[in-house]
């Protein structure tokens, strides 16, 4: 008995760029299409060739970034029935949870990455906005996954409605590249992962000099992400 590769849709647009939730993208899509789920690309642009994203066994639709606000909705709603998607997967922060892709009647799948758009909640501008979209995605999307307790929980405080319909799932290790000695000259560091402003550095700062740690303090990552 033969059977059917189920068509999985991924907003990908967030997959050319090198920071946090690309990298995850970079590691989960390809993990996701060897396990013979037919997944179909949403993006705003093609792949650039040095980048080895075209090389993956996935089918990529390119639509202008209009397709995914107001008036431009139309293209990704008839590419998502051209591709004949049965479930569309959504990773990304607290904008992901409203993007008016629910209006699509489409199952879908929300990962929350990120809660730092959690202010636009009390925010005097796009506050009417962001709650209608949010309210309607908490309505009609079938799971949300957050990839910690506090995480969820943020989401909960906002929508109750979604303690049935969220779990939480933490994010696997990646050996990646070794750290080379001729980049961390100190023997002996307390290392954290995060170098902008959200990543708590200064709670960060008071744990390792309470710590007495007998090393250097050193943060990976670009403060300009």
Not at 41 to 55: N, T
Not at 141 to 157: G, K, M, N, P, T
Request: proline share 7%; with cysteine; aromatic share 14%.
């Amino acid at each position: 008995m033969t059977t059917r590769s189920f068509t999985v849709g991924i907003d990908a647009r967030e997959v050319h760029h090198y920071y946090g939730i690309a990298q995850v993208m970079r590691q989960v899509i390809p993990r996701l299409a060897a396990g013979g789920c037919r997944l179909i690309l949403f993006v705003d642009r093609p792949p650039a060739a040095e980048s080895g994203l075209a090389e993956w066994p996935v089918t990529w639709e390119v639509l202008p970034a209009s397709a995914w606000t107001g008036r431009g909705l139309w293209r990704l709603w008839r590419a998502m029935r051209r591709h004949r998607i049965e479930l569309y997967h959504l990773m990304g922060d607290l904008r992901t949870v409203s993007a008016p892709f629910c209006c699509f009647r489409v199952p879908s799948v929300v990962t929350l990455y990120d809660f730092f758009h959690g202010d636009y909640w009390d925010h005097p501008g796009p506050a009417w906005w962001f709650r209608r979209w949010s309210w309607r995605a908490a309505r009609r999307c079938a799971w949300f996954v957050a990839i910690s307790e506090f995480s969820r929980q943020e989401l909960l405080a906002r929508h109750p409605e979604l303690a049935s319909r969220s779990r939480v799932q933490y994010l696997g290790a990646d050996p990646g590249p070794s750290i080379s000695s001729a980049v961390i000259t100190p023997s002996r560091y307390f290392l954290s992962v995060g170098a902008d402003e959200r990543k708590n550095l200064d709670t960060v700062l008071e744990a390792w000099a309470a710590s007495r740690y007998p090393g250097e303090w050193v943060v990976v990552g670009d403060p300009g992400d």
